[in-house]
């Protein structure tokens, strides 16, 4: 079975045609499948605009299934829910502004179908504007780098993968980005396809400018998680030690001076960026420690 799980906030106006689109593409695949339309608190018509169309795609074989937050929780949190309300082996991820084209389906679901256990698209035309782009190029090199990250295009919001994939991830605020990358390093055949992607016909991106400070700070939380969220001591650690070093420096030279030269230490600001390093030094490792307590205990437990 084959799960559509679409996230949508305020999207009354693409809703009907998405999901008209939706279920011509579903008659070609001929399998079973559910539509899961995840409401993250739209405050327009978009619930009605649903309703209606279930009621005049009644005939169909295919179940639409409507689930709505209290309140805008984010695009993360609506995906979250919409796996927890599914039970497709194959789960869709796709955006309900219609900028993803429903005829791709069938070329995602032919990669899963060849035996890849997560297929990710990668926008053509991407239809942004420069400044996103620009941002998208560098966050993309970044991940390359740090992350060894074979994807080219993380954040497209179409993708299909098996619902193992998903075994012991984590969603939390908006690591739903990285999940392709958490696959990839758990050892899940992932592979990439180009996908279409209109310009946005109704209401505006949900994500507005704060998308790019938050996306740099998601990322480097990302990066911390993964790379040192097992072994705390490896950054703090290092980082700390650099700090302490450096204070220590600055407080031999200034001992040196003292001891040997008779240079009296008042009036030696210096002096004050040496004993603070070495005490944030100290205190940056101890971070250290304590994070890896953390680790040992939560692995214990388990
Ligand atoms: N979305 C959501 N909650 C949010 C923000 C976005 O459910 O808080 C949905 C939105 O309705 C759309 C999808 O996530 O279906 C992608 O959002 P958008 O098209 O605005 O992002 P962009 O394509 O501009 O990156
Ligand atoms: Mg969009």
Known sequence: M??????????????PTLIKHLIEVLEKIKKEAEIILVDDGS???SKFKIQNSKLQFKTQNYQIKLISHRKRFGKGKALQTGIENSSGEVIIFMDADLQDEPNDLLRLLEKIGQGYDLVNGIRQDRQDNFIIKTYSFIAKLFLKIFFRSPFTDINCGFKAFKKEVLQDFTFYGNNFRFFPLYAFYKGYKVVEIEVKNHPRQFGKSKFGKSKLFIGILDTLTAYFLYQFSEKPLHFFGIFGTILFFMGNVILMYLAVERLFYHVLLYRR?????????VIVGIQVVMTGMIGELIVFFQKKKN
């Open 269 to 277: 600001p210096i002096l004050f960026l040496g004993m603070l390093l």
């Open 2 to 15: 084959l799960s559509i799980i679409i996230p949508f906030y305020n999207e009354a106006e693409s809703l």
């Open 43 to 45: 405050d327009d018509s």
